[in-house]
């Protein structure tokens, strides 16, 4: 939904409405927001190989089928990084469904710019069919990683792994 708002007032009635429901305002003739941008944000792709070191770590339900393990990840590539993390388990009396999540801080370089992001992850086997989403946490880019968003896809082969990286850089970055 647009709304159409003529004079001043135009950029404080828009900054409460995005705030509080969600609309964009603009003045008649005057492109959307999302073309007025002066630069467009580009979809890059970093790829590699990592190394990763999980950790079993002690769980208060023993028995339940609940699992809590570290992370230590070593990115090659695009992406020359570490990172350190921690996930959550669970698997069920079906074989071959469980289901994870994790959170890691990832420090390094991509494509040659410095900084640090979160990457989340939720994993979910259903009878042995997987489906992976690996994103960027919003606003957690730091350094020249600053408004960092993307997805990774990881690929485990004869026991190695390889990523893929989606992301944009906010323009101007």
Request: no cysteine.
């Amino acid at each position: 939904m647009t709304i159409w708002i003529p004079g001043a007032a135009a950029a404080a009635v828009a900054a409460v409405l995005a705030a509080t429901i969600g609309v964009s305002a603009q003045r008649p003739g005057e492109p959307p927001a999302a073309t007025r941008t002066k630069e467009a944000a580009v979809t890059r792709r970093a790829s590699g190989a990592f190394d990763v070191k999980i950790t079993p770590q002690a769980m208060t339900a023993e028995g339940s089928g609940l699992g809590r393990m570290s992370l230590d990840k070593q990115f090659r590539g695009d992406l020359a990084a570490t990172s350190k993390g921690e996930m959550l388990t669970a698997s069920t009396p079906v074989k071959g469904s469980a289901v994870y999540v994790a959170v890691e801080q990832v420090t390094g370089t991509l494509h040659g710019r410095s900084g640090s992001f979160v990457l989340h992850h939720t994993g979910i086997m259903s009878r042995g069919t997987p489906q992976l989403t690996i994103t960027v946490v919003p606003d957690s880019g730091t350094g020249e990683l600053e408004g960092l968003t993307g997805t990774m896809t990881i690929t485990i082969a004869d026991g190695k792994h390889t990523y893929d990286f989606d992301y944009m850089l906010a323009p101007g970055r």
